[in-house]
């Protein structure tokens, strides 16, 4: 529960019939629905009566048998093999070679786990040194998700943050990165560099040549790079698209192929899948030590992923294709989804942009748009007053006047005196939210 949460539940009547929600990634949360043949894939491992019926399309049933097949006893309710059914493994391997070429992975490279934050939280446990005379300390995106940097400090570890310019569209900027280094050097040792690419919140999507720099920022300052591409599948901007640090890490060639150290995360939470409350995530290790991979393997046993959490993950990793039955209505879904999702993304750009007060740099990607709002000196002071920042303040007008519940900038980081708001783009209610931003935004003035 937020600070925001918190100040809210306080019943007093409101002018309003609800509390409208445009501050999480949550697909399903937001309204959309699940995609068919997700569901039904699960149904039919919960209930493997359903495979003996003619209701489920023919690759459903075959789907859900492989992945039974290697259940123990044939049942989604036993232990699954640690770190994960071997299928899905195998599914991961083949759609990573199918995403940037190549062989297909070693399996014991890839680690399903509950969650891609929960994937990351252990892979910082092999990196991060929090006690003695020099902790170590991550190179780490501002704004980023607050949950990353908490692992991190949970560690012990130190956050060493880097700004991405927003003057630029958000994008990393390598002189910032080289300073952010050099500060590092002064409180503690760095071991890593965090990235999120497309961005969350900001929704910038790095270029090839943006991500070439970086691996060789890493090769040069002996980094191991910690990349989130969970929003991999979601690009809007045209003439824009992702690749993955691996792929550009294999087309570099040595030494930067053979020696660069990386983990990818991905996840089955966030994208077109949107099935967060299923629990399933993923992380491949690029180029670390054999022996650190067997490490790697204890630390995840502890904490397997839930088997609908890797089921979902299989159908991430291979979902239906052409002339398979459920083809057809797979891909309309996903179609509609996206289109739904492209055009707000145009929507909240074009609105916010246009109200006095707000500027909000193009979304590429991801799930959020993080405009900036100016706030006028009597707002500032006001928020003083109340002991509040001023986005957790200005984002407490919005929702006490209107019921619409936004995050403040000042929960992901951002430049000293600067102050923005995250708002989802998995709504489909957005003009009456941005109405009510402009009615509170001309009531700030008046303090």
């Not at 899905?88 to 062989?103: C, K, L, N, P, Q």
């Not at 949970?154 to 990393?172: A, F, R, T």
């Not at 707000?344 to 740099?361: F, K, M, T, W, Y």
Request: proline share 7%; aromatic share 8%.
């Amino acid at each position: 529960m937020t600070k925001l949460h918190c100040i809210f539940m306080q019943g007093v009547k409101k002018p309003f019939r609800e509390v409208i929600d445009v501050a999480w990634g949550d697909a399903q949360g937001a309204g959309i629905k699940p995609l068919t043949f997700v569901r039904q894939v699960l149904a039919a491992c919960l209930y493997p009566q359903l495979l003996d019926s003619n209701r489920l399309p023919t690759d459903v049933k075959q789907k859900a048998r492989g992945l039974l097949s290697e259940c123990h006893g044939g049942s989604m309710g036993s232990y699954t093999d640690l770190p994960g059914i071997p299928q899905v493994a195998r599914e991961i391997s083949e759609y990573i070679a199918r995403r940037d070429g190549g062989d297909p992975p070693k399996t014991g490279n890839i680690f399903i786990s509950p969650g891609s934050q929960w994937a990351l939280q252990n892979i910082l446990n092999l990196l991060v040194h929090g006690h003695g005379e020099v902790r170590s300390g991550v190179l780490t995106p501002i704004p980023c998700h607050v949950t990353t940097i908490e692992s991190l400090h949970s560690l012990g570890g130190v956050s060493v943050p880097y700004y991405l310019s927003e003057e630029h569209g958000w994008e990393l900027q390598m002189e910032e990165l080289n300073r952010a280094l050099e500060y590092a050097k002064q409180v503690c040792a760095p071991v890593a560099l965090y990235v999120v690419n497309p961005g969350n919140p900001p929704g910038h999507v790095q270029s090839k040549k943006s991500i070439q720099d970086v691996i060789r920022f890493a090769l040069e300052k002996r980094l191991f790079l910690l990349v989130d591409e969970v929003y991999q599948d979601c690009v809007y901007a045209d003439n824009v698209e992702f690749v993955s640090y691996k792929k550009v890490l294999a087309e570099m060639g040595p030494p930067f192929s053979d020696t660069v150290e990386l983990a990818s995360f991905h996840s089955a939470s966030k994208g077109f899948l949107g099935e967060a409350g299923l629990r399933g995530g993923y992380v491949e290790l690029v180029n670390m030590d054999p022996d650190v991979i067997k490490y790697a393997c204890t630390i995840f046993s502890k904490d397997t992923a839930p088997t609908p959490g890797q089921i979902a993950l299989s159908v991430l990793a291979n979902p239906p294709r052409l002339g398979d039955p459920s083809y057809p209505l797979y891909e309309m879904e996903t179609q509609q989804m996206q289109t739904m999702i492209k055009a707000n993304v145009r929507r909240v750009h074009e609105v916010l942009d246009s109200l006095p007060g707000i500027s909000c740099q193009p979304v590429e990607g991801g799930a959020f748009a993080f405009p900036r709002v100016d706030l006028p000196p009597k707002a500032l002071q006001k928020a003083k007053e109340m002991g509040m920042e001023p986005d957790t303040f200005y984002c407490l007008r919005l929702l006490e006047e209107s019921g619409a519940f936004i995050t403040p900038g000042c929960e992901y980081g951002q430049k000293e005196g600067t102050y923005h708001i995250r708002y989802t783009l998995l709504n489909d209610i957005m003009l009456m939210e941005v109405c009510a931003i402009n009615h509170i935004l001309i009531n700030c003035r008046h303090f």
